[in-house]
């Protein structure tokens, strides 16, 4: 399911999930000149959750980014706030890139 939110005055669209849902992110990283899949030097993921707590992985610390196949890297959010979630992939050194995202966990009504 999805809805659309605002942006600097531009609907974007986002995912909508239920609260306690296992929300999957991904990223995939790509040569900007031949479009080839590449791994970065370093890839990251920050998580903002609604109540505005940051959080920064790293892939290669942790375990919590991780590596599919060449290129394509995963990470799971437990959705364990009502209200919006924001991440960013970025990558640093080969493969500099960012890119920020957002989805929107509900309520839950029939559960305390």
Same mark, same amino acid.
């Given at each position: 399911?999805?809805?659309?939110? +605002?942006? =600097? !005055?531009?609907?974007? &669209?986002?995912? @909508?999930?239920?609260l306690?849902?296992v929300v =999957? *992110? ?8 031949t479009?080839?899949? @590449?791994? &970065?030097? *370093? $890839?990251?993921?920050?998580?903002? +959750?609604?109540?505005? @707590? ?8 942790? !375990?919590?980014? *991780?590596?599919?196949a $060449?290129?394509?890297?995963?990470? $799971? @959010?437990?959705s364990?706030?009502?209200? /919006?979630?924001f ?7 080969? !493969?500099?890139t960012?890119? #920020?995202k #957002? /989805?929107?966990? =509900?309520?839950?009504?029939? *559960? #305390?």
């Amino acid at each position: 399911m999805g809805g659309y939110g +605002t942006g =600097r !005055g531009l609907l974007m &669209p986002y995912n @909508i999930h239920d609260l306690g849902d296992v929300v =999957r *992110v991904s990223a995939t990283f790509t040569d900007a000149d031949t479009d080839a899949l @590449i791994d &970065p030097d *370093v $890839v990251k993921l920050s998580i903002r +959750t609604p109540a505005g @707590i940051v959080t920064t992985y790293t892939y290669g610390v942790g !375990g919590s980014v *991780v590596k599919q196949a $060449v290129g394509q890297y995963y990470s $799971v @959010i437990n959705s364990n706030q009502a209200g /919006f979630w924001f991440y960013r992939w970025w990558s640093a050194g080969y !493969g500099q890139t960012a890119r #920020e995202k #957002e /989805f929107k966990v =509900r309520t839950a009504h029939a *559960v #305390e």
